[in-house]
């Protein structure tokens, strides 16, 4: 079994701070595009589409990150970590906010 991780080693962005910003960010993003009356599957076009694929991902990387898992595999940790994840919510919130 594994000991705590930790944070240090992964760099600055994997403070205490850092992760309870992405946390609430993720949630808040999630909020949005639960309960406001957007019908993002059938009236957008294509690329909105793909903008609501990438808001997807940045909430599930903002999560991860927020809760404080450290994927093992660097590829993993690449694509869920806050310099990932961070322009993702705020795309998100920017593209769903206009």
């Known amino acids: 079994m ?3 991780v930790n ?3 992964y760099g600055p962005l994997y403070a205490g701070w850092a992760r309870m910003l992405s946390l609430l960010v993720a949630l808040a993003l999630s909020g949005m595009l639960m309960f406001t009356r957007h019908d993002a599957w ?3 076009p294509v ?3 793909t903008l609501l694929g990438l808001t997807f991902w940045g909430i599930i990387a903002g999560y991860i ?3 404080g898992y450290v994927p ?3 590829i993993w940790r690449y694509i869920f970590s806050p310099y990932v ?3 993702l919510l705020l795309t998100g919130v ?3 906010n206009s």
């Open 42 to 44: 059938v009236s957008y």
């Open 72 to 74: 093992v595999w660097k």
């Open 47 to 49: 690329l909105d589409r």
């Open 7 to 9: 944070y240090k080693d």
């Open 85 to 87: 994840a961070w322009p």
């Open 65 to 67: 990150h927020g809760v």
């Open 94 to 96: 920017l593209w769903w």
């Open 2 to 4: 594994a000991g705590p």
